[in-house]
Every structure is written in C-alpha cells, then in structure tokens.
Antibody, heavy 122, light 106 residues
Framework: EVHLLESGGALVQPGGSLRLSCAAS????????MSWVRQVPGKGLEWVAG????????NYGDSVKGRFSISRDNSQDTVYLHMDHVRVEDTAIYYC???????????????WGQGHLVTVSS | SYELTQPPSVSVSPGQTASITCSGD??????GYWYQQKSGQAPVLVIY???KRPSDISERFSGSKSGAVATLTISGAQMEDEADYYC?????????FGTGTKVTVL
C-alpha cells in the first residue's frame, strides 16, 4: 500500500526559510515522479512543484518560481520542498503526492499524503 | 500557465444526477482528471484519462469530454458525495487544477 507522510516546520516568519519532507513507502520510489500541491484553507488546490523519478527534471508553479526548490533522495525514499523567502500568502496545507509515471509531464497525482500545515506569520 | 474553469457550486437532490463541467483549451488536446475532496481530507482521484474510474470508486461517478469541456457526472447522488470536486490537466506549460466546485446534496 502506498503511504506518504509529510513533515517539517509549521511556523515561519515572512522572509524566512523552511524545508518540508515527505517519506514514501509501499512502492518503488525512484520509478515515479513526485509533486507538492498546496491548499490555502478554504480555497482551491494549487500545483507547487514536480520532480521526475531520477530527480533530474523539475517544474514549478508560477507563484513559487525562484523561491521554492523540490529535490529527492531515492536512497531514502524521500522528497523535499525547500521554501525560501516565504510570504504570508504561502500559508497553506502542503500535500505530497505520487504521480502516475516516471515523468511529471502528462502525469497525474494518484496518491496523496494527509497534508502538512505551514503558517507564515510574524 | 493556463486555466481550468469550473462552476463554484452545484446542488443536487438525493438520488438525482449532478454534472460538473471543466473548461480549458488544454482539454481539447490532453486528458482531464477529477478529484473529490471531503472536508478536512486529502483529495481522492475519482476519474482519470477523461472517462476511466479507479477500481475502488463508486460506479455513480462517470466522466466524459467534448472538445475543450470535461464533465464529471454523479448519478443517483448520495449524501456521502457532498464534497469539493477539482478537475486537473497537464501539458508542456505545466500542471493545473481547476477552480473547484462545491457539490451540495440536499
């Protein structure tokens, strides 16, 4: 059974940095692209970042380009989201999701973690 | 990037049929997908590749597409189908979720 567990800091000041982790189990981790999707409480889903199975190709949503970075450690079955220069509007629940294929182009999130709330506030 | 547009809300009586549309030019070239999200929970995939249903999803859910409009249909709606629904698609410009539709069963 696919299992994804997000963790990381919960509260950060504007302009600060934070790293989220997502530990995966139940599947061949390096065979699948991974992604981060966020949701402001009460609002819709927003694609944040994706990374292919090998870790060599990434993409980002427009609102986080240049500030956030996605990476993965296939030896640890873990994907990360590095968040720099965070803003109040980055406050959201961050979901880790396994995509359907090795590459994120033409792939869809098939399995989701339970989400991790990040609050950006002074 | 690009957009996928959904109606903000749809209401349906128990046992009746609800339809949710998703509009965007990417859908004329790429597959559409649908997610159900109940309050306080992570999204769940209910339709993939326009019309396919995961094995653990109720047969009440079906998908279709015509041109640049994808449609999720809930036949014989139940109280448990009350949730937010999001469409999704992807192409070389990126991966995008629709604006979301709140389905109320009453």
């Amino acid at each position: 059974e696919v299992h994804l567990l997000e963790s990381g800091g919960a509260l950060v000041q504007p302009g600060g940095s934070l790293r989220l982790s997502c530990a995966a189990s139940g599947f061949s981790f390096s065979s699948y692209a991974m992604s981060w999707v966020r949701q402001v409480p009460g609002k819709g889903l927003e694609w944040v970042a994706g990374i292919n199975g090998g870790g060599g190709t990434t993409n980002y949503g427009d609102s986080v380009k240049g500030r956030f970075s996605i990476s993965r450690d296939n030896s640890q079955d873990t994907v990360y989201l590095h968040m720099d220069h965070v803003r109040v509007e980055d406050t959201a629940i961050y979901y880790c999701a396994r995509l359907s294929y090795y590459d994120f182009w033409s792939a869809y999130p098939g399995h989701w973690g339970q989400g991790h709330l990040v609050t950006v506030s002074s | 990037s690009y957009e996928l547009t959904q109606p903000p809300s749809v209401s349906v009586s128990p046992g009746q049929t609800a339809s949710i549309t998703c509009s965007g030019d990417v859908l004329s070239r790429k597959f559409g997908y649908w997610y159900q999200q109940k309050s306080g929970q992570a999204p769940v995939l209910v339709i993939y590749e326009d019309t396919k249903r995961p094995s653990d999803i109720s047969e009440r859910f079906s998908g279709s597409k015509s041109g640049a409009v994808a449609t999720l249909t809930i036949s014989g709606a139940q109280m448990e189908d009350e949730a937010d629904y999001y469409c999704y698609s992807t192409d070389s410009r990126g991966n995008v979720f629709g604006t979301g539709t709140k389905v109320t069963v009453l």
